[in-house]
């Protein structure tokens, strides 16, 4: 490789900080407290001893909202913010969701993206729908499981005490969900007022309870919108407030809720996007199409095509785009700490290519219905790495 295209962190890089200060070590820290056991280091600012004793703990993960967007909006979810910490490499829901739900860097369950190729099953997936990436057909057609296909164990089945999920009920009982809740008790709801009802639900129970829920509202509103919009403001102002209206009830059952997210966003303007149909020479030295993220993309390159590739992006696009050895950045620990799963060099593909600024990059498949997101997320920008960690009560 070119001394070009060597692994050289950018300063306007976030990484994930796995030593002490990720959504990897919020989950020791929580799996500790509750009586089961991590590899990784415990949150700093959150040891297990500040959760230990609790009746029920309640993790609420909002989809989508990052530090940089609570610290401009006042309310009780920024009045309970405890400190900050890093998302996972790559910021994304489908690497970040599998950690809260297995306790794992995504350096050991593998999940590195929206769409991601499977050798196993030869082709191309979307872990999170679980459907191949053409036709999006459903994997269960295949007789393909996320039990097969990824191998994992939930963190709820590590966990001495009862669990439960409480998710949309259009997603709560998918293949991916059934697979990674494992034997927690699964609870659907349509509105964020049923959500919180449900929580509520749970906090009266006698018997201690670990809880986890999810609000993917936020992070939809932003795709479409921005996350600077009205609608996401909108969202925002109900979800803080129905925060407000638990905290008598979380204070007064003896329990603790936390609160944080997968990852922040971006606003990538039109102009920002690097679309491969205007760059078929780049296309061309491609074995599959490009895969992980618009804001993060793994190349997998043709045999013998590497000079083109690499030649083609310090040429033309050096300014729009920077690139690394995929072998580079896990030696380096951006996916985490320890051995790597077993598909993990599969999963990265040859390159991985990191848009700068608001950039982003898309390659279309074929038929493929094209949309536009106005939010993404995905890169190493402090607005998209950085979450808060809200706790409440404060102790």
């Known amino acids: 490789m070119s001394a070009a295209c060597e692994t050289q962190e950018d300063p306007a890089f976030t990484l994930p900080d796995h030593g002490g200060g990720s959504l990897v070590n919020l989950m020791s820290s929580i799996a500790t407290a509750l009586g089961g056991t991590s590899p990784y280091p415990p949150l700093t600012a959150l040891p297990p001893d500040a959760l230990a004793g609790v009746r029920h703990l309640v993790l609420l993960v909002v989809d989508g909202l990052g530090l940089d967007y609570l610290s401009s909006r006042d309310g009780a979810l920024r009045r309970h913010l405890r400190g900050q910490i890093t998302s996972v490499f790559p910021s994304t829901t489908a690497s970040a969701i599998p950690t809260f739900l297995t306790g794992l860097a995504p350096q050991q369950h593998g999940l590195t993206g929206w769409n991601m190729y499977f050798r196993e099953i030869g082709a191309i997936v979307a872990p999170l729908p679980f459907r191949v990436r053409t036709g999006r057909h459903a994997l269960r057609e295949a007789g393909v499981t996320p039990a097969t296909l990824f191998g994992l164990t939930p963190l709820f089945d590590r966990l001495p005490l009862p669990c439960h999920v409480v998710s949309p009920r259009n997603i709560v009982h998918s293949d991916f969900n059934v697979a990674l809740s494992g ?29 986890h829920a999810y609000w993917p509202q936020l992070d939809s509103l932003a795709h479409e919108h921005g996350i600077g919009s009205e609608p996401v403001a909108a969202a925002f102002a109900a979800l803080d407030a129905a925060f407000d209206s638990l905290l008598d009830l979380v204070h007064s ?78 030696q380096q620990g951006w996916l985490g700490p320890g051995a790597a799963h077993p598909g993990l060099r599969d999963r990265l593909g040859d390159y991985v290519l990191i848009p700068r600024g608001h950039a982003i990059l898309r390659d279309w498949l074929k038929g493929e219905e094209r949309y536009t997101h106005v939010g993404v997320h995905g890169g190493l920008s402090e607005a998209e790495m950085i979450v808060p960690l809200i706790v409440a009560p404060l102790a």
Not at 200 to 206: C, F, S, V
Not at 285 to 312: D, H, K, N, V, W
Request: with cysteine.
């Open 253 to 330: 059952s003896g329990s603790r809720i936390i609160v944080t997210a997968d990852h922040g966003f971006i606003d990538s303007p039109p102009e920002q996007t690097i679309d491969l149909d205007d760059h078929p020479a780049l296309r061309d030295s491609l074995l599959l199409p490009l895969c992980g993220e618009p804001r993060m993309a793994y190349a997998y390159i043709r045999a013998g095509r590497e000079t083109q590739f690499e030649c083609y992006i310090q040429e033309r696009l050096a300014d729009r785009i920077q690139l690394f050895r995929s072998e580079d950045i896990v």
């Open 183 to 211: 034997r927690a008790q699964r609870h659907g709801y349509e509105t964020l007022d049923e959500l919180f009802a449900l929580i509520a639900g749970l906090l009266r129970r006698d018997a201690p309870g670990y809880i």
